[in-house]
């Protein structure tokens, strides 16, 4: 079981910043991959970015060149740096891990508000 525990979401004006971070119970070594996705009420829950247990990092095509994820292993954490946030950026974020064990685990989520 990987109980993942997000924080940092907020209220933030169009072009501000904001940093999410993830928590996990377990050691990140023993996860596949670890990355966000958002989600607005009436849509499907979208990638945002992953971050592989080697580093290698894939991106949502509307974040590209904004949000950056990276992994703290000693930490067992994984942050979302977002960068010139949106509007269309609103949405709530959850923090996702992808065992070894090929189980998906979710975090309760976070809402992020980016108003124009």
């Known amino acids: 079981q990987v109980h993942l525990v997000e924080s940092g979401g907020g209220l933030v004006q169009a072009g501000g910043s904001l940093r999410l971070s993830c928590a996990a119970s377990?050691?990140?070594?023993?996860?596949?991959?670890m990355g966000w996705y958002r989600q607005v009420p009436g849509k499907q829950r979208e990638l945002v970015a992953v971050?592989?247990?080697?580093?290698?990092?894939n991106y949502g095509d509307s974040v590209k060149g904004r949000f950056t994820i990276s992994k703290d292993n000693a930490k067992n954490t994984v942050t979302l740096q977002m960068n010139s946030l949106e509007p269309e950026d609103t949405a709530v974020y959850y923090c996702?891990?992808?065992?070894?064990?090929?189980?998906?685990?979710w975090g309760q989520g976070t809402q992020v508000t980016v108003s124009s």
């Open positions: 996702n891990a992808f065992h070894w064990s090929d189980v998906d685990y």
């Open positions: 377990v050691s990140i070594f023993s996860i596949k991959t």
């Open positions: 971050i592989t247990s080697a580093g290698m990092r």
